[in-house]
Each structure stands twice: as C-alpha cells, then as structure tokens.
T-cell receptor
Framework: ETGVTQSPTHLIKTRGQQVTLRCSSQSGHNTVSWYQQALGQGPQFIFQYYREEENGRGNFPPRFSGLQFPNYSSELNVNALELDDSALYLC??????????????FGPGTRLTVT | SQQGEEDPQALSIQEGENATMNCSYKTSINNLQWYRQNSGRGLVHLILIRSNEREKHSGRLRVTLDTSKKSSSLLITASRAADTASYFCATGNDMRFGAGTRLTVKP
C-alpha cells in the first residue's frame, strides 16, 4: 500500500449539492493530482497542485476546484453536482522537480454517487 | 483528451503464458509510465521508462519504448492469476491515461 489516504471511502450526494473530498499525500511529496474515473474508463486528469499552486488542469468545468495545504494534504471540491459526476475520484502524490514528473502514488479513491 | 491509448482493450490468457499489451501516444514525452489497477481500487505504479531508454526490466515485467513510433509495450512473463487487473500507460506531467487493457489470467 502507498502512504496516500483518501476520505471518505464512499459518499452519496444529491444533484445540485456540493462535495469536498480529501487526500493526504505521501510524506515528502510536493505534488498532488486528482483524477476522475468513470466505470470502465481510464482516469481522467482533473488538475494538479505543486507547492500549493495549481500546475495544470484537464478539461473540467470551474465547478471542480481544489486546494493544496502547506502540509501537502489536498481537497477536491465539486459544486452543483450532476449525475455524470458519479465516479471514483483518485488522488495521487509525487515528487516533481523542474517540470519533470516522477511516478505517482495513488490513494484508494473515493466512490461518489450522485442521485 | 487522453494521451496514452492501450491495445488490446481486453486480453484473456492461461496462467503461465506471457501477456503483451501496447500503448500509443501522440506528443513528445520525458517518460512513460505503466500502472496496474485491481478492480475499483487505486492504481499501482509498475515501471517508468525514460525517453532515452529503449528497454527496462522489473521482475517479470519488460517494457520497451520506441519514441520514433510513439509507442510502448508491456510484457508480463509467466503470468499468474494475481496479475488479473487493468493496465494503463500514462505520459506527461499531468499523467494522461488511456482506457486501459483489461487482462484476465485464468488458473
């Protein structure tokens, strides 16, 4: 197992609500990335944070937002939930230097269901 | 859009056989990574190959990279039932993944 943890494990929300998912990075890692994985699909890159600054964003609307804290833990916030937001949300931490990416260590994911 | 695209989408083999899956990508890369995902769980990093490397080994895994063809392959030798999982390649600092190859190893 990696040292990356995510909470909660499972979550059920109603359309239109807001949700916050949390991730604790592996010790010593300065970069965290968030992914959305629909059933049967590969992970889709949402965004990445490097030393508390957003460092890249995928094709997701602004209602998906994030934070990275000084201790390198992270949050993913999703506003105005839609049914299509139902998915497994994965965070991954890594060490990055000078724009060069290294292997990522994934958490077990949060399964979000929107009804 | 996804950067890595794996092929085949699904692969079923008998225990002890070798499994080969391929990955194609579109733009230049610093490195390419392979990951495994057991059903509904987090991804596990398998191997990273840098753009100036052509082949890399890790245990029963062998990865090749052909930057002229923008492609990579992952070979799992002497497969085991425990290798049953989805396998993904990823490239770029933002780790663009393909849809994966679903490998089933029958005992």
């Amino acid at each position: 197992e990696t040292g990356v943890t995510q909470s909660p494990t499972h979550l059920i929300k109603t359309r239109g609500q807001q949700v916050t998912l949390r991730c604790s990075s592996q010790s010593g890692h300065n970069t965290v990335s968030w992914y959305q994985q629909a059933l049967g699909q590969g992970p889709q890159f949402i965004f990445q944070y490097y030393r508390e600054e957003e460092n890249g964003r995928g094709n997701f609307p602004p209602r998906f937002s994030g934070l990275q804290f000084p201790n390198y833990s992270s949050e993913l916030n999703v506003n105005a939930l839609e049914l299509d937001d139902s998915a497994l949300y994965l965070c991954a931490s890594s060490s990055a230097s000078g724009g060069y990416s290294y292997e990522q260590y994934f958490g077990p994911g949060t399964r979000l269901t929107v009804t | 859009s996804q950067q890595g695209e794996e092929d085949p989408q699904a692969l079923s083999i008998q225990e002890g056989e070798n499994a080969t899956m391929n990955c194609s990508y579109k733009t230049s890369i610093n490195n390419l990574q392979w990951y495994r995902q057991n059903s509904g769980r987090g991804l596990v990093h398998l191997i990273l190959i840098r753009s100036n490397e052509r082949e890399k080994h890790s245990g029963r895994l062998r990865v090749t990279l052909d930057t002229s063809k923008k492609s990579s392959s992952l070979l799992i030798t002497a497969s085991r039932a425990a290798d049953t999982a989805s396998y993904f390649c990823a490239t770029g600092n933002d780790m663009r993944f393909g849809a994966g190859t679903r490998l089933t190893v029958k005992p």
